[in-house]
Antibody, heavy 125, light 106 residues
């Protein structure tokens, strides 16, 4: 079964740190771009970051640049999100997703076809 | 960053109705757009990518169209299991951005 399982969420004080993990199973993790998406309470989805198969490319939404770091370990089939200097506005459910990166008409596209169940992060004093 | 604007923000329809959701990009994004369905307490699900390609396993009542800046998600005959919030997401450049979502109710 194709599966992503997140862990590492919890309650943290403003300015604190947290490391999220996402363990993949049922597919060859090293073949795929991976992505983090979050949803703050009562808000819509927000793309956070992604990472290429060999970790040579990483991209972030502006609001987390310099504070969050995405990484991966193919030996452990795991994706990570190191979150530092956390703020109240980082409170959200964080989802990891696999990007199947379909190739159509000479172009590559994003297609987040497998998602984890999400892990909740609460930043509060 | 490219802004994605969905309309309407919410809609109410009857079972069997044709439902149309639009997504407008603040600049040209070719056909680099996907649609996702999100139900409360569950993970989002991919419906459409490359603006009009139906993801495997997604019912054929879902369809996508558009290119450039204007895109549409259509549900040809609304079913009870389609009650959810729908989001567009561009992948033309970084950062990727979602639309604000369209909540579909009965």
């Amino acid at each position: 079964e194709l599966q992503l399982v997140e862990s590492g969420g919890g309650l943290v004080q403003p300015g604190g740190s947290l490391r999220l993990s996402c363990e993949a199973s049922g597919f060859t993790f090293s073949n795929y771009w991976m992505t983090w998406v979050r949803q703050a309470p009562g808000k819509g989805l927000e793309w956070v970051a992604n990472i290429k198969q060999d970790a040579s490319e990483k991209y972030y939404v502006d609001s987390v640049k310099g504070r969050f770091t995405i990484s991966r370990d193919s030996a452990k089939s795991s994706l990570y999100l190191q979150m530092n200097s956390l703020r109240a506005e980082d409170t959200a459910i964080y989802y990891c997703a696999r990007d199947s990166s379909p190739h159509l008409g000479g172009s590559w596209f994003d297609a987040f076809d497998i998602w984890g169940q999400g892990t909740r992060v609460t930043v509060s004093s | 960053a490219i802004q994605m604007t969905q309309s309407p923000s919410s809609l109410s329809a009857s079972i069997g109705d044709r439902v149309t959701i639009t997504c407008r990009a603040s600049q040209y994004i070719r056909n680099d757009l996907a649609w996702y369905q999100h139900k409360p307490g569950k993970a989002p699900e991919l419906l459409i990518y490359a603006a009009s390609t139906l993801q495997s396993g997604v019912p054929s009542r879902f369809s996508g169209s558009g290119s450039g800046t204007d895109f549409t998600l259509t549900i040809s005959s609304l079913q009870s299991e389609d009650i959810a919030t729908y989001y567009c997401l561009h992948d033309y450049s970084y950062p990727r951005t979602f639309g604000q979502g369209t909540k579909v109710e009965i």
